[in-house]
């Protein structure tokens, strides 16, 4: 069974293996401190650990972008990948969103992550418009109403 989390200073080394290779087990327990804070430049964020029977399978993000809208994305460690915990994250975030007052969500979708594009329509997100983002990648914006 899927559950969400914080994570904790105990997570650093699963996060050093599977996402942050670059950084130092220090850096990272940062990190989870900045994450822990629940707000980023003056919004809310939350980073969830995505958990399966006391393993940490990945980690997925809430982020305010009006009082009304929130982002939201999954990231799935590879060794866990194609088992559906990307779809039950999603649905628990979704619904602690809605819990939080949020009206709608959206999520940016890489072109090429047709794993990401088919877990989004599954969910019912609905492709508003494609553009190339901040970072130069081709993507998908999906919006989805949470009421």
Known sequence: MITLRDFTDNDAETLKIHQYSQLSVEEISK???EWNQKQI??????MFALVDENIVVGSISLYQHTKHIVGCGPDIFSPYRRQGFAYCGMTLVLEYAKQRGYKVAVAQVRKNNLASIALHQKLNFELDHDYINTKGYEVYFYIKSLT
């Open 31 to 33: 990190m989870i401190g």
């Open 41 to 46: 430049d003056g919004r809310y964020f939350e």
